[in-house]
């Protein structure tokens, strides 16, 4: 059954009132064609709950827009949804990728995330070229996808997801080849998106992979008193720390935009709950009348044991992000050093999973924060001292054989 507009319905229900589905849910691919956005296509869904969002087929099959109900929750940058074929990867010396950085979602990899960083690609047996300068946030986030299918599936407990499948790769003649398979589903009359990623090496040659995905919200969901609940141990590390009270803006609760704001970075001493998940929220009590309005994402420890909060609450471009990844914040010279590089052999792959939720109701917010807090309380000071306790991450890169499922 499918619960819809307060009440449960069953397809025979749905079918009986409506010509098609899409007349409340479903999917439709577009190509925006005005501007810098001109020639990207676009999954537009509609859970049939209020949420909707769109996947970016041509930037990383990545999340774009995502709203409920009237309330905008993803960010979108001055950029906009930039066509891919105008970016420049290696632009400014690494720092291009700005230029095209805006949406929900922001992919980092797939060899490659953090600041950039210089390479020893020997391995590759290209003898002209012995070295390769990485990007920001590497290359995969402004790549095109194959779109694989999308469409609705009736499940055998009657009710309906909603789905797309893409292929991204990232591949160069003497380097690497990685491909990212990406699903993304939603059940109609629910507000929970799933993401599943499963990133392989299928060239001959081993190859260097890092992830992490850049979670970016926006106004309304964030304005000044917005809450960042998270089982938080200790603050690792802070960009800011030489000035960590200066801007007046602490980790836990944000503020209103700011003039000259310099974006703030953190990473966290992240606890999982007995599932091995790690939740974390973005409460605006604000919102939504009495109820508020609260974006939960949850990820798994084994696969991100790493994660970030960045905030960008500067006039203009007042985004806070939440950044799960593979590695230290520090990036790839960093895990070099530590000798916690990963490395991919032919068809060996990782996969990662994500959930996003939107939470319209009170009660169902203070649960859902209530469950955050058992796991460990978070600091309760605006400005906990960064420990700089960097943890091994050695146990968590053990690759899988390539699936083949998809």
Known sequence: ???????????????????????????????????????VRVLEFRSGS????????????????????????????????????????????????????????????????????????????????????????????????????????????GSCTLWARGLVKQVSVFAENLWLYRSVEVDMGTDRIRLHDEVVNMGFSKTTHMFLYHLNFGFPLLDAETEYVAPVADIIWASHSEQYENQGVGYRVQSGPLKNFSEQVYEHDMRANAEGKVPVMLINRGLNGDNGLAVKITTHKSQFPCQ??????????????????????????????????????????????????????????????????????????????PKENWFSIKDYCKPAIFSDKW
């Open 1 to 39: 059954m499918i619960e819809l507009y307060g009440k449960l319905w069953s397809r025979e229900d749905l079918e009986k009132r409506t010509g098609q589905l899409a007349q409340i849910a479903g999917i439709r691919e577009v190509t925006l064609q005005n501007g810098p956005e001109q020639g």
């Open 50 to 157: 209020g949420l909707s969002f769109t996947i970016n087929i041509d930037r990383g099959f990545d999340l774009g827009e995502c709203s409920w109900g009237s309330y905008n929750l993803g960010w979108v940058s001055a950029t906009g949804t930039r066509n891919p074929a105008l970016h420049e990867h290696d632009g400014e010396g690494g720092f291009g990728w700005l230029r095209s950085f805006s949406g929900m979602n922001a992919t980092c990899g797939l060899d490659q995330n953090l600041f950039p960083a210089t390479d020893d690609v020997s391995h590759y047996n290209y003898p002209p070229r012995k070295e390769m300068t990485q990007p920001l946030h590497g290359r995969i986030a402004n790549s095109p996808a194959r779109l694989l299918g999308y469409g609705e599936r009736w499940n055998e407990d």
């Open 308 to 385: 970030f909060e960045w905030q960008a609450l500067s006039e203009g471009c007042y985004a806070i992000g939440i950044e799960p990844s593979t590695h230290h914040v520090l990036g790839k010279n960093f895990a070099r050093q530590r000798d916690e590089i990963r490395w991919l052999e032919y068809r060996e792959s990782f996969s990662y999973d994500l959930e996003i939720e939107v939470i319209h109701r009170a009660s169902a917010i203070q649960t859902e924060a209530e469950l955050i807090k058992a796991i460990i309380p978070q600091p309760e000071v605006r400005f906990p001292a």
